[in-house]
């Protein structure tokens, strides 16, 4: 599969706080890719930096074989990047209608496209299509998610970039929220997913990325990384922890 | 009874202004959270440029296109050139600013806000300048005993065509949620690929046109323009923002209207000395029990 991104010693900062020192990975056409990492890690700064919400210090990020630094946001997503941020970040006050469909402001003027998406979006959550005229501000926190999500959706994109879409809620959701995300990716959209859900990320993508401080510490297919002790340990809550109880030995914070 | 209907309609005349006014303030507060102060002399630049198109050139067009044409021409002259200046002041006053933080941003407003108010005494003089009489249609209406003139008519139908094309535009049209949305959260707003400049272009150049229209609409109801006449203006409006609850553009045109009326109300039935106390009474109240204006947020955000 062709490459779609390539991030090269990529440096982000805030004020004198370097947030990302020196990542660099890369995305091939139909994958989903998931960083995973602690709170503060930088993974959100990832994300917004292939947006072109913050701005990169050094390195490069190349879609398709086109730069995207210093590219202005609004460009980024009509060259076929979209994002679900983190927290949702529904426009609270707008209806589910509204919402969705300045998901598809790059696309307005093609209207048949737009209403196409739109009715994928509905397939995938035909919860949404029930609620289409109410505020997005009244949803449960799923249903915000699965808006979020539909919204980046709507400018069809090529690459979509996911942030944290597990955040905050119940378990059942988990699982409905990461059958879409798959669905959504055999449906030809290629995802990089941040997430805090380690095992829920490495179960559904085929390769991994460790972020740490800002550095990528581990990196590899998601069946690699999820035999690696050391991720079973930090980020798993797994196996690695029992199994040292069992011998009476204490575990050890990561 | 024929007082009161006479004074709220007085009061509604009045109001529109102010609501013309203070969308101006809404929609740039609603953007950039910022209290652009240099509103107010928009409207009184837009006030004095039409005078000068009634003065100087109404002769002409009046001769070949009526009274009306001249009116309207004067409106447009000056909209057209506020919209102009509105951008200017835009890139000079405030775009270099905007990384320094809110407060920087309202200092350069005051101080936009001054300059702008000399430069208008410098061109027409420290003194009040009036309208000229024959440009302006006077003519009084009677309807069931209530005495109104055909100006105040034009000026609430216009009014309230401007602000249903507003209305309209913002509430009901893609770009008008793009600019609701840009109003509530920037970042996720250029996460949808809207495009932040041509937000801002659009609210700087509307707002002061809107400015502008309302103050040849204001000069041809009181006659008498000044070149300080934005600050008062400007703070009433300002006043009728938060009243309606400010960023929201429903609430900027009721809280005009409403500060209006009871101003008028207040002037007839208390005192006319006092009406301004009488409203900012009203503007305490409001904000005690409901901070956040009448139409302000109340949806909380789910986390």
């Given at each position: 599969?062709?490459?779609?991104?390539?991030i090269?010693?990529?440096?982000?900062?805030?004020?004198?706080?370097?947030?990302?020192?020196?990542?660099s990975?890369?995305?091939?056409?139909g994958?989903?890719?998931?960083?995973l990492?602690?709170?503060?890690a930088?993974?959100?700064?990832?994300?917004?930096?292939?947006?072109?919400?913050?701005?990169?210090?050094?390195?490069?990020?190349?879609?398709r074989?086109?730069?995207?630094?210093?590219?202005?946001?609004h460009?980024?997503?009509?060259?076929?990047?979209?994002?679900?941020?983190?927290?949702?970040?529904?426009?609270?006050?707008?209806t589910?209608?509204?919402?969705?469909?300045?998901?598809?402001?790059?696309?307005?003027?093609?209207i048949?496209?737009?209403?196409?998406?739109?009715a994928?979006?509905?397939?995938l959550?035909?919860i949404?299509?029930?609620?289409?005229?109410?505020l997005a501000?009244?949803?449960?926190?799923?249903?915000?998610?699965?808006?979020?999500?539909g919204?980046?959706?709507?400018?069809?994109?090529?690459?979509?970039?996911?942030?944290?879409?597990?955040?905050?809620?119940?378990p059942?959701?988990?699982?409905?929220?990461?059958?879409?995300?798959?669905?959504?990716?055999?449906?030809?959209?290629?995802?990089?997913?941040?997430?805090?859900?380690?095992?829920?990320?490495?179960?559904?993508?085929?390769?991994?990325?460790?972020?740490?401080n800002?550095?990528?510490?581990?990196?590899?297919?998601?069946?690699?990384?999820?035999?690696?002790?050391?991720?079973?340990e930090?980020?798993?809550?797994?196996?690695a922890?029992?199994?040292?109880?069992?011998?009476?030995e204490?575990?050890?914070?990561? | 009874?024929?007082?009161?209907?006479?004074?709220?309609?007085?009061?509604?005349?009045?109001?529109?202004?102010?609501?013309l006014?203070a969308?101006?303030?809404?929609?740039?507060?609603?953007?950039?959270?910022l209290i652009?102060?240099?509103?107010?002399?928009?409207?009184?630049?837009?006030?004095?440029?039409?005078?000068?198109?009634?003065?100087?050139?109404?002769?002409?067009?009046?001769?070949?296109f009526?009274?009306?044409?001249?009116?309207v021409?004067a409106m447009?002259?000056?909209?057209?050139?506020?919209?102009?200046?509105g951008?200017v002041?835009?890139?000079?006053?405030?775009?270099?600013?905007?990384?320094?933080?809110?407060?920087?941003?309202?200092?350069?407003a005051?101080?936009?806000?001054?300059v702008?108010?000399?430069?208008?005494?410098v061109?027409?003089?420290?003194?009040?300048?009036?309208y000229?009489?024959?440009?302006?249609?006077?003519?009084?209406?009677?309807?069931?005993?209530?005495?109104?003139?055909?100006?105040?008519?034009?000026?609430l139908?216009?009014?309230?065509?401007?602000?249903?094309?507003?209305y309209?535009?913002?509430?009901?049209?893609?770009?008008?949620?793009?600019?609701?949305?840009?109003?509530?959260?920037?970042?996720?707003?250029?996460?949808?690929?809207?495009?932040?400049?041509?937000?801002?272009?659009?609210i700087?150049?509307?707002?002061?046109a809107?400015?502008?229209?309302?103050?040849?609409?204001?000069?041809?109801?009181?006659?008498?323009?000044?070149f300080?006449m934005?600050?008062?203006?400007?703070?009433?409006?300002?006043?009728?923002?938060?009243?309606?609850?400010?960023?929201?553009?429903?609430?900027?045109?009721?809280?005009?209207?409403?500060l209006?009326?009871?101003?008028?109300?207040?002037?007839?039935?208390?005192?006319?000395?006092?009406?301004?106390?009488?409203?900012?009474?009203?503007?305490?109240?409001?904000?005690?029990?409901?901070?956040?204006?009448?139409?302000?947020?109340?949806?909380?955000?789910?986390?």
């Amino acid at each position: 599969m062709p490459l779609l991104i390539a991030i090269e010693d990529l440096h982000i900062t805030y004020g004198a706080i370097e947030a990302l020192k020196g990542v660099s990975l890369s995305l091939d056409e139909g994958e989903i890719v998931a960083v995973l990492g602690a709170n503060g890690a930088g993974k959100s700064t990832l994300l917004n930096a292939v947006s072109g919400l913050v701005p990169v210090a050094r390195g490069r990020i190349m879609f398709r074989g086109a730069p995207l630094n210093n590219i202005p946001p609004h460009e980024i997503v009509r060259m076929g990047v979209s994002q679900s941020p983190e927290g949702r970040k529904v426009f609270s006050t707008l209806t589910v209608d509204e919402n969705l469909d300045l998901g598809a402001y790059t696309q307005r003027k093609h209207i048949q496209a737009t209403a196409k998406a739109k009715a994928r979006v509905f397939e995938l959550f035909p919860i949404l299509r029930e609620r289409h005229r109410q505020l997005a501000g009244t949803l449960s926190g799923g249903e915000q998610q699965m808006l979020a999500i539909g919204r980046a959706l709507m400018s069809s994109p090529r690459l979509l970039l996911l942030d944290e879409p597990s955040l905050g809620l119940a378990p059942i959701l988990v699982n409905r929220i990461f059958t879409i995300i798959r669905e959504i990716n055999d449906q030809g959209t290629s995802i990089l997913l941040v997430e805090q859900n380690a095992r829920k990320a490495l179960s559904h993508a085929s390769r991994g990325y460790i972020l740490e401080n800002g550095s990528l510490s581990i990196s590899g297919t998601a069946a690699e990384l999820k035999s690696n002790s050391k991720i079973q340990e930090a980020y798993l809550g797994g196996s690695a922890i029992r199994k040292r109880r069992g011998t009476g030995e204490s575990p050890k914070s990561p | 009874m024929r007082v009161a209907v006479e004074q709220i309609i007085n009061g509604l005349t009045i109001g529109s202004f102010y609501a013309l006014i203070a969308l101006g303030y809404s929609m740039v507060y609603g953007i950039l959270k910022l209290i652009n102060f240099v509103h107010g002399d928009f409207f009184t630049l837009g006030s004095y440029l039409g005078y000068t198109i009634l003065i100087f050139a109404a002769a002409f067009i009046t001769a070949h296109f009526g009274l009306w044409g001249g009116i309207v021409c004067a409106m447009l002259v000056a909209a057209l050139c506020l919209a102009l200046t509105g951008l200017v002041v835009e890139r000079i006053a405030y775009r270099p600013i905007y990384p320094a933080g809110r407060l920087p941003a309202v200092v350069s407003a005051l101080g936009a806000s001054i300059v702008l108010q000399n430069a208008i005494m410098v061109i027409w003089g420290p003194r009040y300048q009036a309208y000229p009489a024959p440009m302006i249609p006077n003519l009084h209406l009677l309807f069931f005993g209530i005495n109104i003139t055909l100006l105040q008519v034009v000026i609430l139908v216009f009014s309230f065509v401007l602000m249903g094309i507003l209305y309209y535009i913002i509430q009901k049209t893609l770009f008008g949620a793009s600019v609701r949305a840009m109003a509530l959260d920037r970042d996720t707003a250029s996460l949808m690929g809207i495009d932040f400049n041509r937000v801002i272009l659009f609210i700087f150049t509307l707002g002061p046109a809107l400015g502008a229209v309302t103050g040849v609409m204001v000069g041809m109801y009181y006659r008498q323009i000044s070149f300080t006449m934005g600050w008062n203006y400007g703070l009433k409006a300002f006043t009728a923002t938060i009243l309606g609850g400010i960023g929201n553009i429903p609430g900027a045109m009721f809280g005009g209207l409403l500060l209006g009326v009871l101003e008028m109300l207040g002037a007839a039935y208390i005192s006319a000395a006092w009406k301004d106390v009488f409203v900012f009474i009203i503007l305490i109240l409001v904000l005690i029990f409901r901070p956040t204006g009448i139409f302000g947020e109340t949806t909380a955000e789910k986390v």
